[in-house]
Structures are given as C-alpha cells and as structure tokens.
C-alpha cells in the first residue's frame, strides 16, 4: 500500500516523464483548442432526483486488483450514459491504477454527458492535461498543502471545469471548503487500511456547508447503498468497482438511478434539490 506522499511522488515523476514529450506551452494550446467544458451543475442537480449516479471507467479496483480486462472504455461509457448516469469518471492515474488518459479522450468521444477525470493531480500541468483530454470535472485531495490545493482549485475553475476535492475526515472536509470547492467527495474507504465505513459520509459531511454539493464514494454494491447516502445527505453518488463487475452494467446503472429518484427520499432529503 503506497503512502499518500508515495502517491505525490510517483504523480510527480510520471508528469515529468510525459512534459518531456508534451511541454506545458503546447499542451495550454491544445486546452484553448478544447471544446468548452459542459455545465456540470446543471446536470448533476437535475429536477426530478434526490441523488444523481457517477458511474466509473477504471482499470483496477480500490484495493488495486486488476480490471484491465473489463474491455473498452467508451462502451462501457455508454452503457453508463443508456442506463441514466449523470456522468462518467474516468481513472487516468498510471501508477497503482492502470489508468490512461486514452481511456479519457476514448470516454469523453463516445458519451454526451459530463466526465470527470480522476487522478493524483499535484501540478498545473495535469489540470491543463485533464481539459485537454475533455475533462469536465477533476478529482482533486484535501491532503495536499493548503495552499497547493487553493491553487489547483483556481486553475482548476479558471479552465472551465468544477474541482471535486475529495476528503476522508471532518479536516480534510474544512480544507476543501476553505480552497473554494464547490463539489466535496467523501470516500468511504480508510485511507490507509482500504475498509469500508458506510458512516464515514454522514459524519464527514454534516460539517460542510448547504452549499456545497456532497458526493459519496466507495462501497456502493446496489440501489440500498444509494438510498442510505440519499438518507445521509448525498447529493451524488460514484458506483465503481460493482458496476464494472455487473454482468449488465446498463441495467445496473439504471436501477441506482432508479433508486437516486425514489418517491421515499423525498421527504427526508436534506435540502431542497427538486
């Protein structure tokens, strides 16, 4: 298990390797060439759901199992996009995930929704990377500096996309918040021992502010993890590993988009979203 300043490093060093190849200069011109970034916000408070569906393109599990053989990227996209998911995220990161940003511009090619591009960014150059490849939304970690986050966050929204920080705690939760995330993720993954904790969520997200969209990530296995994030205050939800493992991943998809708009969320959502 690599320690998150292992993860810094190793993000560090496979940007050097790829600036070598594509200095920042061409790679700004490419991003002012992009089409525009969609409007995320729009999408994923759509009327009409309590929670909206992220569903995941990735190439190894949270625990870093192989899912390199789940085939192409962008039909899988599709099948996200048929079943209803309000966006597709794609793992791009190379090191302990297997991700590729040609799965990115693969995904963001084949599906009309929103993307979002989910890596270990600590530069500059990866958020002009991400809008580049299509990225509509980036991952972005509250356990980076303040300050380095503050700044990533800026070139994050300057560029057109939203920045979703994720947190793990109450802390990181407040960092985000203080850097100007608008989306704040909470992963029900510890950190460090890679155990689910379905009530992780709610306690780190009782402390955001109301306007502050919450996502949840990890642990999601079917429309009952849906319903009890949507009990918690999700106004999003990102299913990964389970949709990918799925033998009908649309199908799949549809049933937690289902349960996001269920009549029975209604009246205890924790915000006016309809």
Same mark, same amino acid.
């Given at each position: 298990?690599?320690?998150?300043?292992?993860?810094?490093?190793?993000?560090?060093?496979?940007?050097?390797? @790829?600036? %070598?190849?594509?200095?920042?200069?061409?790679?700004?011109?490419?991003? @002012?060439?992009?089409?525009? =970034? *969609?409007?995320? =916000?729009?999408?994923?408070?759509?009327?009409? @759901?309590? +929670?909206?569906?992220?569903?995941?393109?990735?190439?190894?599990?949270?625990?870093?199992?192989? &899912?390199?053989?789940?085939?192409?990227?962008?039909?899988?996209?599709?099948?996200?996009?048929?079943?209803?998911? =309000?966006? +597709?995220?794609?793992?791009?990161?190379?090191? *302990?995930?297997?991700?590729?940003?040609?799965?990115?511009?693969?995904?963001?090619?084949?599906?009309?929704?929103?993307?979002?591009?989910?890596?270990?960014?600590?530069?500059?150059? !990866?958020?002009?990377?991400? %809008?580049?490849?299509?990225?509509?939304?980036?991952?972005?970690?509250?356990?980076?500096?303040?300050?380095?986050?503050?700044? &990533?966050?800026?070139?994050?929204?300057?560029?057109?996309?939203?920045?979703? +920080?994720?947190?793990?705690? @109450?802390?990181?939760?407040?960092?985000?918040?203080?850097?100007?995330?608008?989306?704040?993720? +909470?992963?029900?993954?510890?950190?460090?021992?890679?155990?689910?904790?379905?009530?992780?969520?709610? !306690?780190?997200?009782?402390?955001?502010?109301?306007?502050?969209? %919450?996502?949840?990530?990890?642990?999601?296995?079917?429309?009952?993890?849906?319903?009890?994030?949507?009990?918690?205050? =999700?106004?999003?939800?990102?299913?990964?590993?389970?949709?990918?493992?799925?033998?009908?991943? !649309? !199908?799949?998809?549809?049933?937690?988009?289902?349960?996001?708009?269920?009549?029975?969320?209604?009246?205890?959502?924790? *915000?006016?979203?309809?």
């Amino acid at each position: 298990m690599m320690a998150f300043d292992d993860l810094v490093a190793a993000a560090r060093s496979a940007v050097a390797s @790829r600036q %070598r190849l594509t200095p920042l200069k061409e790679l700004r011109e490419k991003t @002012r060439s992009a089409p525009a =970034a *969609r409007d995320v =916000a729009s999408v994923l408070r759509a009327p009409g @759901r309590v +929670v909206s569906v992220i569903a995941e393109v990735k190439r190894a599990t949270a625990t870093f199992a192989d &899912l390199s053989g789940v085939g192409d990227a962008a039909v899988l996209a599709r099948f996200y996009e048929a079943g209803g998911a =309000a966006c +597709v995220s794609v793992v791009t990161e190379p090191v *302990r995930s297997h991700g590729r940003l040609t799965d990115l511009n693969a995904v963001r090619e084949a599906v009309n929704v929103p993307v979002l591009a989910n890596d270990v960014i600590v530069t500059p150059y !990866q958020v002009h990377e991400a %809008r580049a490849h299509g990225a509509d939304m980036l991952v972005l970690d509250a356990r980076l500096e303040p300050l380095v986050l503050e700044s &990533l966050v800026e070139r994050t929204h300057s560029l057109g996309m939203a920045a979703v +920080v994720e947190a793990h705690s @109450r802390r990181e939760a407040l960092t985000a918040v203080a850097a100007g995330a608008r989306y704040v993720s +909470v992963d029900a993954r510890d950190p460090d021992t890679r155990a689910i904790d379905h009530s992780r969520f709610e !306690q780190v997200a009782e402390v955001l502010p109301e306007a502050v969209t %919450r996502m949840a990530t990890g642990g999601v296995s079917g429309p009952h993890d849906v319903m009890s994030y949507a009990r918690a205050g =999700a106004d999003i939800v990102v299913v990964g590993e389970a949709v990918i493992r799925s033998a009908d991943p !649309q !199908q799949f998809v549809a049933e937690l988009v289902a349960a996001g708009s269920h009549p029975a969320l209604i009246p205890s959502a924790h *915000r006016e979203v309809l």
